[in-house]
């Protein structure tokens, strides 16, 4: 029993040594390492911001090109003569939808912003 006491002892002591002696000689830098806080994902690309001086949004929008010579309000399916072309609630023309129409004229969205025009009107409207 004194013999394995001894070799137990032995055992701790000379671990003890390596372990200590391994703890010297160890250095953690990380470099190799992963950043945890740093996204894994391949990066995206940022779309190029358009220049100031050309910025679409700076430009006026109008809808001059469109002119209403007559509204059918009042029926089953309300139209509009826009352009020479008849249109219902819904349609686009000339790259604009009709929105609404209405004895006054018809209401009309293009890139975004709602207009009015009236029925006669040569061209134009009023946003």
């Known amino acids: 029993m004194k013999k394995a006491f001894v070799v137990w002892v032995a055992l701790f002591t000379l671990s003890a040594a390596v372990v200590s002696a391994a703890a010297a000689t160890v250095e953690y ?15 995206v690309k940022q779309p190029a911001k358009p220049d100031e001086k050309t910025s679409a949004k700076d430009e006026p929008v109008t809808v001059d090109f469109l ?10 399916k309300p139209q509009a003569i826009i352009n020479g072309k008849v249109v219902s609630i819904g349609g686009q023309v000339s790259g604009a939808e009709l929105v609404a129409i209405n004895e006054a004229g018809v209401q009309v969205r293009y890139k975004g912003k709602l207009f009015v025009l009236k029925a006669g009107n040569k061209k134009g409207g009023q946003p």
């Open 29 to 43: 830098t990380g470099a190799t390492n992963r950043d945890p806080f740093k996204s894994q994902l391949p990066a």
């Open 67 to 76: 002119t209403v010579t007559g509204v059918v309000w009042d029926s089953e």
